[in-house]
């Protein structure tokens, strides 16, 4: 149904072995816990900041920083040259690409993010993938769960397409961009270089290089008694 071609260029992905026979992104998903199970071997070659909590499943790569007051819960695998601020938590089964910005009281689970993603502030990506160079505007939220806690379905093409998973947030292509204060409904997919508005609520499927712009009407009347 969709093309990976739509979201992804896999050479910004060290972790293309999780794409292998799929039909549909969202099936590597439920492939990230087995995944970092066999292959995920722990250890510390990034620098800490003071005493950040990290647990003993977890690896981190060269030039990576992770500031006091950050907790990383393995298991964790976390790339070269990334941020990791205070205040973020990543609590198991994450695969940090390289370059990527992992912020101030942002919340990771059971995620993939490619090279050079940028998730700076008060975010939360919950049983999502988030590709190169995708960014998450300051508020920006994916929601993974409905709430009537049925399976997650994809809106897309005039169809319902069922995923089978219970905890599905996103797919976001490669440059994607969700506006600040946007929220994702689970099952939401996003295209390469397409963005959402801040303050928007989406659902379904953006095709790439796509815009979903939300407009408001403003009415904008004298203050009395000031």
């Given at each position: 149904m969709?093309?990976l071609?739509e979201?992804?260029?896999?050479?910004?992905?060290e972790?293309?072995a999780?794409?292998?026979?799929?039909?549909?992104?969202?099936?590597?998903?439920?492939?990230?816990?087995?995944?970092l199970?066999f292959?995920?071997?722990a250890?510390?070659?990034?620098?800490?900041v003071?005493?950040?909590?990290?647990s003993?499943a977890?690896f981190v790569g060269?030039?990576?920083?992770?500031?006091?007051?950050?907790?990383?819960?393995?298991?964790?695998?976390?790339?070269?040259?990334?941020?990791?601020r205070?205040?973020?938590?990543i609590?198991?089964?994450?695969?940090?690409?390289n370059?990527?910005?992992?912020?101030?009281?942002?919340?990771?689970?059971?995620?993939?993010?490619?090279?050079r993603?940028?998730?700076?502030?008060f975010?939360y990506?919950?049983?999502?993938?988030?590709?190169?160079?995708?960014?998450?505007?300051?508020?920006?939220?994916?929601?993974n769960?409905?709430?009537?806690?049925?399976?997650?379905?994809?809106?897309a093409?005039?169809?319902?397409i069922?995923?089978?998973?219970k905890?599905?947030?996103?797919i976001l292509?490669?440059?994607?961009?969700?506006?600040?204060n946007?929220?994702?409904?689970?099952?939401?997919m996003?295209?390469?270089?397409?963005?959402?508005?801040?303050?928007?609520?989406?659902?379904?499927?953006l095709?790439?290089?796509?815009?979903?712009k939300?407009?408001?009407?403003?009415?904008?009347?004298?203050?009395r008694?000031a």
């Open positions: 969709f093309s071609d979201f992804f260029d896999l050479s910004h992905c972790h293309r999780l794409f292998e026979n799929i039909s549909n992104p969202w099936e590597v998903l439920p492939k990230i816990a087995p995944y199970k292959r995920l071997k250890g510390m070659q990034g620098r800490l003071g005493k950040p909590f990290v003993g977890v060269k030039g990576t920083v992770i500031e006091q007051g950050a907790m990383v819960k393995g298991p964790a695998w976390i790339g070269e040259d990334c941020e990791i205070t205040g973020c938590y609590r198991e089964n994450v695969i940090l690409g370059g990527v910005v992992a912020g101030n009281s942002c919340e990771f689970k059971n995620c993939l993010v490619f090279d993603a940028q998730v700076p502030h975010n990506v919950g049983d999502s993938i988030l590709g190169f160079q995708a960014h998450l505007g300051a508020g920006a939220i994916l929601s769960v409905r709430l009537d806690k049925n399976p997650v379905a994809v809106h093409r005039g169809e319902k069922a995923t089978g998973l905890k599905f947030g996103a292509g490669d440059n994607a961009e969700v506006g600040c946007a929220v994702l409904s689970p099952g939401s996003i295209g390469r270089g397409s963005v959402v508005y801040p303050g928007a609520m989406w659902r379904g499927f095709p790439p290089g796509h815009i979903a939300l407009e408001q009407k403003f009415s904008v009347v004298e203050r008694g």
